[in-house]
Antibody, heavy 120, light 111 residues
Framework: QLQLQESGPGLVKPSETLSLTCTVS??????????WGWVRQPPGKGLEWIAS???????FYNPSLKSRVTISVDKSKNQFSLRLSAVTTADTAVYYC????????????WGRGTLVTVSS | QSVLTQPPSVSGAPGQRVSISCTGS?????????VHWYQQLPGTAPKLLIS???NRPSGVPDRFSGSKSGTSASLAISGLQAEDEADYYC???????????FGGGTRLTVL
């Protein structure tokens, strides 16, 4: 069963860049059936899609975050990554990586999530 | 303000049936994009509950069902159980935003 695992710092200072990596295990990130994405959830709030990437490098970004976000894929490591620049306390959230099914456009597999706190 | 609108909360007694609505617009549900539903138990990651309007992934009880009509969709849960107490989210694709959107979430309380 394919699994996703987020990793990265749990604490980031305001104005700095948040960097997270999602490792795909027991499966290939190069599958033609799936995109890969990041979704976040501020404490006590709902889900917000951040960005998605295909193994070829094709990317999609949430327009509200696009100016600060970069998503990338590393096929050699079976990983994909998120960078969010100029963070503020509003970026404090649990960040989930997820598998996005190409046909249907739904997130069928999720990582456990990692809490990132933005604080000085 | 979420692109997809859900009621903040619903409740029901064990054994009862509840439904959760999800209202979109002409740039998402109304243009033919499917709606999908997720269950998020307290302290855990979301889990796919219903895909493509009404399809249950393997392992999801048939107490859960989904439907879609025009710009609206609905998740129904029959035979409510205490373990169903969770947050439920609808999700679709929006052509105006060129991206994926979620509803604001609905908290189900089993009385």
């Amino acid at each position: 069963q394919l699994q996703l695992q987020e990793s990265g710092p749990g604490l980031v200072k305001p104005s700095e860049t948040l960097s997270l990596t999602c490792t795909v295990s027991d499966g290939s990130i190069s599958s033609s059936t799936y995109y890969w994405g990041w979704v976040r959830q501020p404490p006590g709030k709902g889900l917000e899609w951040i960005a998605s990437v295909y193994y070829s490098g094709t990317t999609f970004y949430n327009p509200s975050l696009k100016s600060r976000v970069t998503i990338s894929v590393d096929k050699s490591k079976n990983q994909f990554s998120l960078r969010l620049s100029a963070v503020t306390t509003a970026d404090t959230a649990v960040y989930y990586c997820a598998r996005l099914r190409y046909f249907g456009w739904y997130f069928d597999l999720w990582g456990r999530g990692t809490l990132v706190t933005v604080s000085s | 303000q979420s692109v997809l609108t859900q009621p903040p909360s619903v409740s029901g007694a064990p054994g009862q049936r509840v439904s959760i609505s999800c209202t979109g617009s002409s740039s998402n549900l109304g243009t033919g994009y499917d709606v999908h539903w997720y269950q998020q138990l307290p302290g855990t990651a979301p889990k796919l509950l219903i895909s493509a309007n009404s399809n249950r992934p393997s392992g999801v009880p048939d107490r859960f069902s989904g439907s879609k009509s025009g710009t609206s969709a609905s998740l129904a849960i029959s035979g409510l159980q205490a373990e169903d107490e969770a947050d439920y989210y609808c999700q679709s694709y929006d052509s105006s935003l060129s991206g994926w959107v979620f509803g604001g979430g609905t908290r189900l309380t089993v009385l």
